[in-house]
């Protein structure tokens, strides 16, 4: 807000001195060409011969020049202070946001790490210190690797989320048949969360595309995680199609949560951007899922959009052309 107020009243000053400085150039100019009117005058009067009309006209076409001179300085000068105050406030706006995002992000991170750490470590103190029976015991160890594994999928998204940042080219290492990753994915997702209802509508034929089948895992992984976290209640089916149309093919994850506001479909796909706020957010995440799912299939030139789903949730559509 300080910086605000400070840099609209610096703004005001520069562009005032600018009009001023240019209000008395012309006023000068102004007096200059009366000079030299009436030295004309007073020539004429001592009798000097000399063309009245043809001085005149020489003086009232300097007086002009010098009026447009300055005029386009000053109009330069302007655009040139416009153009960097955008930029300026712009940058200043960028950074403002980008430093709210990442305070969100170590929010969100410290509670993503502490959760799962505290619900092992709680697991094996009470093996250690308790006698249970062998179903309690097994119930325990199956908590503790499911958070394991959620700790891992963390770890695999920071790590993807600053390799891909700085990534130029896509990773062609193999080939990846797409049908069979959704499906092993799906099957991980269900021994993860027996509460989930994933319901796969996959076309029989192989789709082979040339890639790296880890990154082509995070993106089906995170948008399948993002349809289970936002999702209304375990109840709700979430829905993944892959099926070719003319020349394309589509891969579809749909759910039927809480949807997104037409004015956060494009932000998602930001690093660190999460709905909301972080202090009264229900639901976990970093902001970095969606973010590495547009990052990766940009890179290898494909389309990824956000659309409402009826009668409620979202779709995210993967069209590969």
Known sequence: MKFTIAYTLLFVY??????????????????????????????????KHIEYKT????????????????????????LIILLTAGIVYFAYYRQRSLAKLQKNFMLSITHELKTP???????????????????????????????????????????????LESAKQAIYTEEVILNELILNIVQEMKQRFP??????????DQFKIQGDSSLWKLVISNLL??????????????????????QSTYLLVKDQGIGIPENEKEKIFDKF????????????????????VKKIVSLYK????????????????????
Request: glycine content about 6%; aromatic content about 8%; some cysteine.
């Open 14 to 47: 520069v562009i005032a001195a600018i009009l001023f400085w240019g209000y008395s150039l012309n006023k000068q100019s102004v007096a200059l060409y009366n000079l030299e009117k009436e030295k004309i005058e007073l020539l004429l009067l001592a009798g």
């Open 55 to 78: 001085e005149l006209h020489k003086i009232t076409d300097a007086k002009i020049r010098r009026t447009k001179q300055y005029l386009g300085e000053g109009s330069t000068f302007i």
């Open 117 to 163: 750490i505290a619900g092992i470590r709680l697991n094996m103190q009470t093996l250690e210190k308790r006698k249970l029976d062998e179903a309690t015991q097994q119930k325990l160890i199956l908590s503790s690797i499911s958070e394991t594994h959620r700790l891992n999928d963390l770890c695999n998204n920071i790590l993807a989320s600053t390799q």
């Open 195 to 204: 509460s989930c209802l994933v319901n796969t509508n996959i076309m029989t």
């Open 225 to 246: 995680e993002n349809a289970r976290k936002y999702s209304d209640s375990s109840e709700t089916p979430i829905e993944i199609e892959l099926y070719k149309n003319n």
């Open 273 to 292: 951007y999460r709905i909301g706020n972080e202090n009264t957010r229900a639901s976990r995440g970093t902001g970095l899922g969606l973010f590495i």
């Open 302 to 321: 494909y389309d990824i959009s956000v659309k409402n789903n009826s009668p409620k949730g979202s779709i995210f559509e993967v069209v590969f052309t």
